[in-house]
Nanobody, 119 residues
Protein backbone atom coordinates (compact mmCIF):
# COMPACT_ATOMS: atom_id res chain seq x y z
CA UNK A 1 0.00 0.00 0.00
CA UNK A 2 1.27 3.42 -0.95
CA UNK A 3 1.82 5.74 1.98
CA UNK A 4 3.04 9.31 2.14
CA UNK A 5 4.07 11.23 5.22
CA UNK A 6 4.53 14.97 5.09
CA UNK A 7 6.46 16.97 7.66
CA UNK A 8 8.48 20.12 8.14
CA UNK A 9 5.87 22.79 8.56
CA UNK A 10 6.10 25.49 11.17
CA UNK A 11 5.87 29.17 11.97
CA UNK A 12 8.21 31.49 10.11
CA UNK A 13 8.46 35.20 9.48
CA UNK A 14 7.92 36.66 6.05
CA UNK A 15 11.06 36.30 4.00
CA UNK A 16 12.07 33.17 5.83
CA UNK A 17 12.48 29.60 4.64
CA UNK A 18 11.24 26.11 5.42
CA UNK A 19 11.87 22.70 3.94
CA UNK A 20 9.01 20.25 3.73
CA UNK A 21 9.60 16.53 3.41
CA UNK A 22 7.38 13.81 2.01
CA UNK A 23 8.50 10.30 2.86
CA UNK A 24 6.99 7.74 0.53
CA UNK A 25 6.61 3.99 0.64
CA UNK A 26 4.77 1.17 -1.08
CA UNK A 27 5.41 2.08 -4.72
CA UNK A 28 5.99 -0.95 -6.95
CA UNK A 29 7.29 0.98 -9.95
CA UNK A 30 8.91 4.31 -10.83
CA UNK A 31 5.95 5.35 -12.94
CA UNK A 32 4.55 7.99 -10.62
CA UNK A 33 4.75 11.63 -9.70
CA UNK A 34 4.65 13.37 -6.36
CA UNK A 35 2.85 16.65 -6.00
CA UNK A 36 2.65 19.25 -3.29
CA UNK A 37 -0.63 21.03 -2.65
CA UNK A 38 -1.70 23.64 -0.16
CA UNK A 39 -4.95 24.84 1.29
CA UNK A 40 -5.27 28.21 2.96
CA UNK A 41 -8.08 28.91 5.44
CA UNK A 42 -11.32 29.49 3.58
CA UNK A 43 -9.77 28.76 0.19
CA UNK A 44 -9.72 25.83 -2.18
CA UNK A 45 -6.78 23.51 -2.34
CA UNK A 46 -4.26 24.45 -5.01
CA UNK A 47 -1.39 22.66 -6.65
CA UNK A 48 2.03 24.04 -5.81
CA UNK A 49 4.57 21.81 -7.50
CA UNK A 50 5.16 18.30 -8.72
CA UNK A 51 8.04 16.06 -9.70
CA UNK A 52 8.15 12.95 -11.82
CA UNK A 53 9.89 10.05 -10.15
CA UNK A 54 10.73 8.51 -13.52
CA UNK A 55 12.67 11.41 -15.06
CA UNK A 56 12.81 14.11 -12.39
CA UNK A 57 10.91 16.67 -14.43
CA UNK A 58 9.27 19.38 -12.36
CA UNK A 59 6.44 21.88 -12.56
CA UNK A 60 5.50 24.86 -10.43
CA UNK A 61 2.53 27.09 -9.90
CA UNK A 62 3.18 30.63 -11.11
CA UNK A 63 2.71 31.93 -7.59
CA UNK A 64 5.74 30.02 -6.30
CA UNK A 65 8.11 29.99 -9.29
CA UNK A 66 11.53 31.25 -8.31
CA UNK A 67 10.82 30.83 -4.60
CA UNK A 68 10.01 27.15 -4.11
CA UNK A 69 12.10 24.20 -5.27
CA UNK A 70 10.97 20.60 -5.43
CA UNK A 71 13.54 17.81 -5.36
CA UNK A 72 13.84 14.14 -4.58
CA UNK A 73 16.22 11.79 -2.83
CA UNK A 74 15.60 8.41 -4.43
CA UNK A 75 17.68 6.53 -1.88
CA UNK A 76 15.61 7.97 0.96
CA UNK A 77 12.26 7.70 -0.86
CA UNK A 78 11.73 11.33 0.01
CA UNK A 79 10.53 14.35 -1.92
CA UNK A 80 11.37 17.79 -0.61
CA UNK A 81 9.83 21.17 -1.11
CA UNK A 82 12.16 24.03 -0.27
CA UNK A 83 10.19 27.17 0.51
CA UNK A 84 12.17 30.41 0.30
CA UNK A 85 11.18 34.07 0.46
CA UNK A 86 7.98 33.09 2.17
CA UNK A 87 5.02 35.44 2.13
CA UNK A 88 1.98 35.56 4.42
CA UNK A 89 -0.12 34.33 1.50
CA UNK A 90 1.89 31.11 1.51
CA UNK A 91 0.22 30.20 4.80
CA UNK A 92 -1.75 27.00 4.68
CA UNK A 93 -1.75 23.27 5.18
CA UNK A 94 0.62 21.61 2.74
CA UNK A 95 -0.06 18.10 1.50
CA UNK A 96 1.93 15.70 -0.63
CA UNK A 97 0.18 13.28 -2.93
CA UNK A 98 0.99 10.77 -5.64
CA UNK A 99 -0.40 9.92 -9.05
CA UNK A 100 0.52 7.54 -11.81
CA UNK A 101 2.27 9.08 -14.81
CA UNK A 102 -0.31 9.79 -17.50
CA UNK A 103 -3.14 10.03 -15.00
CA UNK A 104 -4.32 13.44 -13.83
CA UNK A 105 -5.88 12.38 -10.56
CA UNK A 106 -3.82 12.10 -7.41
CA UNK A 107 -4.95 8.98 -5.62
CA UNK A 108 -2.81 8.76 -2.50
CA UNK A 109 -2.48 11.59 -0.03
CA UNK A 110 -0.38 12.22 3.03
CA UNK A 111 -1.52 14.07 6.09
CA UNK A 112 -0.96 17.80 5.96
CA UNK A 113 1.72 19.89 7.55
CA UNK A 114 0.90 23.45 8.57
CA UNK A 115 2.96 26.36 7.31
CA UNK A 116 2.28 29.72 8.94
CA UNK A 117 4.03 32.83 7.65
CA UNK A 118 3.76 35.90 9.84
CA UNK A 119 4.05 39.41 8.49
Amino acid sequence: EVQLQASGGGLVQAGGSLRLSCITSGFTSDDYAIGWFRQAPGKEREGVSCISNSDGSTRYADSVKGRFTISRDIAKNTVYLQLNSLKPEDTGVYYCASRRIGVDEYDYWGQGTLVTVSS
